[in-house]
């Protein structure tokens, strides 16, 4: 029998196990050490061996047995130093000699819950396949019965509208002389927002970067005050930056409250200095990406400019509960937060809950039907991203949004409320990049707005993540783009007017897509909100389930 | 494309005048029906202008069971008048084509309007409900002095099929629409001109917001919004709705359907208003190319473009009589001498409203209110 000295390691785990393996290439490497010293968890090292080498010098072959003392580059095998396969390594490496390679038959999560803790981790659902959402087609298209539209020539209107609506029967309006005017007297009209369809969804100062939320602020700004597109942007909870807050800037911000009141301080601070309202706010209940869970801040990005923002000590963690600690009842806890928050701004600002898909979403959505102050639901479906999670949330827990929403609005049809009480869709829209498709999907199948975070984090900034678990460090503080964390080592990685650049890149290409998809349907004049006789889907079950036809 | 022909007139015109607008516009193979709706008639129902006439189409069958939920709901019959059919073309007779004068039911007969209209659509509805899955009753419109004829054929044959040549048969509005919608199954209830407490329309053209309108007209909770075997129908609904059941005066239709731009909206007075209708009504906003002619319980007549103009209208006449067609060649048949000048070409922001009995014609533009 072999001696079994290696072996005899029993719990030491091959790289086999491990999501990725590290590729590196011997007769590449100058052994310069820029991968070991960039990679964000130090899965590889660099390391002395002795080597038994075959060599052959001179004109005739003459091989040689040498033993020899080497420099490599070694990939780990201890499961807190995973490959994330981020691909750092390979960016800084000049000679094309690493990079990582994802291993389909890693037993990754059999291991990685050390110390009895589950795995955590950022990113979003680790689910490859196609989603719902891409597998919808737009079918309904104009030909000879009626001409198609021009996207390059017609003029499209691409709005939609945040707030509670009233409905016809109940505008204050009375004919004088043959007009109509408004009596407003006794009679409250709720605000109500004009915004560009696709909105940046809640991601707060704290789990991203200074750069990369400022990147975003800033690329915000520009669409609405040179683009004329108004985009509106969540902030997330965690406040916002003190000077934003008291800026006419804030017009285009929504605020969050969520279950731990992070940044609320401030914001009430900043209140009577208000020279703009905010778009909206937004009180989260729930998000798609971990529903149940609260929002969790881990201590190591709590640094000074959080500390300061969300007022609380430096590194600990933020974790907010699971749900708002004065909620007992819809009818009533909930009620009343939309009613504080709106008493707060005057009634001017339009207060909307967001909450995680669900198979409870119609309970809520009706109960939120009943309240005329309730400005919309925003649902967040399971493919919605986050910064820091258990891991068994973000891929095991949550509804997906087109069913959700599908049922949702159909809901409000039945109750002839379909325009009064605004859908917001998110969580997965534009997860294989079809951003365009899919908010117009939603669209059609019934939401007033789509909501994006991953999508626009992740293409305004290069991060990393996708569905094979890569990179998805965004909870550590160790973000290799410098797109989640709060060291300035890292986030000097990223500069923040790319990052605005891009945000504008991103919309304005969404927009000419938008109105790749409405011309040939026809459609330009408002936004197709439920018009699902332009949808189909290769699936029966599935054109049964959404209302819609099947074509294959 | 549909053609449309409409006259509005001071005096009774025959029905054959708008249909033989509709043959000057014919091209290609485009004659799969006619609908009709004559309003403020004359001839033999001059004298029952009171009474609710029911227009539709039935079978022996559907006769007998006609007459006796008429009967069993209290309306008696005054006047029938019934076509003298000529079998004509490919046209396929069905048992009886009716236009029949009714005295309400006892109860109702010093009811409000409003109340007798409503029990005129549900009786209608209700007559629909029963034919409508044998096809052994259509009813098409119950309303005082108004008819509706509708068949599937060459419009020409069917005026023809149905005798209107030579029929006393006469009125002060007509619409008519020469061609069923090609986009949806050949269907009488599909057919144009479409008709509710009062309210007609007809369109040229396609409705691609048709699904989101029809489902939010389906939960307005009002038992008249039903059927949309058609895309056009829902410009009817969407008239009756603002006009009647919200209250707006007529040329607020045109801002319904098609609303303005925002900066738009600020330079009209009205702007208030028309800001919360944009909201509150953003689902009926209709989409495609459309030209909607259609007429009021008072007798207005209006032609309205939507705000792309990809469909044709025209209007033309002389004080007393105008026409309303969707092409000039219509109006050159129905009105020869006139001002050609004064033809109207309505375009994105227009609306023409033509008073009762051809009285006035304005051009409302949307723009300035």
Known sequence: MEPATRLDHNHKLSLREFPYIIRWRDDRCKRCGRCTAVCPVKAIVPSVKVQRVVESAGQIPAPTAVRKTVHVVEQVTDMERYCTGCGSCTLVCPNEAIEPEFNQANKFLHYKNKGGDGYKRGGRRNDPSISTLDRIKFTRISMLTDPALDAGRHEFRIRTLLGRVMSPEAMPLKVVNGRLEVDKKDVFVPPVREIYPIMIGSMSVGALSPPMWEGLAMGVAYLNEVEGMPVVMCSGEGGMPPRLLRSRYLKYFIIQIASGYFGWDEIVRALPHMVEDPAAIEIKYGQGAKPGDGGLLMAQKVLKLISKIRGVPQFVDLASPPTHQTKYSIEEAVAKMIQSMSMAWGFRVPVYPKISGSKTARAVLNNLARNPYAAGLSIDGEDGGTGAAYNVSMDKMGHPIASNLRECYLDLVKQGKQNELPLIAAGGVGKKGNLAANAAALIMLGASAVSIGKYIMQTASDCFGDEFNRCNLCNTGQCPRGITTQDPKLYRRLDSDRVAERVVEVFKAADVELKKIFAPMGRSTELPIGMSDGLSIDDKAMAERLGISYAC | ?369
């Open chain 2, 1 to 369: 494309m549909c053609r449309l022909a409409a006259i509005t007139s001071k005096e009774f015109i025959s029905p054959m005048e708008p249909i033989l607008a509709l043959e000057t516009m014919k091209e290609g193979h485009d004659g799969s029906g006619l609908g009709l709706v004559l309003k403020d008639l004359g001839g033999e129902f001059e004298k029952l202008k009171k009474y609710p006439v029911l227009s539709g189409i039935c079978s022996r069958e559907g006769r007998k069971i006609l007459d006796e939920y008429m009967k069993r709901h209290g309306f008696i019959l005054r006047h029938e008048w019934k076509p003298k059919i000529k079998q004509t073309g490919g046209i396929v007779p069905r048992d009886h084509y009716f236009a029949r004068a009714y005295d309400y039911p006892s109860a109702y007969r010093n009811r409000t309007l409003a109340e007798k209209e409503e029990l005129l659509m549900m009786t209608r509805l209700a007559l629909r409900k029963i034919g409508e899955p044998d096809e052994s009753i259509f009813a098409f419109s119950f309303y005082p002095d108004v008819i509706t004829i509708k068949e599937v054929g060459d419009p020409l044959e069917v005026a023809e099929f149905f005798g209107l040549d030579k029929d006393t048969l006469k009125a002060r509005i007509v619409l008519a629409q020469g061609r069923q919608n090609t986009n949806y199954a050949i269907y009488l209830y599909a057919c144009h001109p479409f008709f509710i407490q009062g309210f007609c329309s007809m369109t040229n053209g396609e409705n691609t917001a048709f699904v989101p309108i029809r489902e939010f007209l389906s939960s307005r909770g009002f038992p008249g919004y039903i059927g949309y075997n058609s895309d056009s129908e829902v410009f009817t609904h969407i008239l009756h709705y603002s006009v009647r059941q919200l209250g707006f005066p007529l040329h607020y239709y045109k801002d319904v359907i098609t609303p303005m731009k925002a900066d738009e909206i600020e330079k009209r007075s009205d702007k208030e208003a028309l800001k919360l209708m944009k909201q509150s009504m953003r689902q009926l906003c209709i989409d495609g190319p459309n030209m909607v002619i259609g007429f009021t319980p008072d007798g207005t007549v209006f032609m309205v473009q939507d705000s792309k103009k990809l469909r044709p209208g025209a209007v033309g006449g002389v004080k007393g009589k105008y026409a309303l067609m969707s092409e000039e060649c219509g109006i050159d048949r129905a009105v020869p001498k006139r001002d050609l000048a004064k033809d109207i070409f309505p375009m994105k922001y227009d609306m023409v409203i033509i008073s009762p009995q051809a009285q006035e014609v304005r051009v409302w533009n949307q723009l300035h209110g």
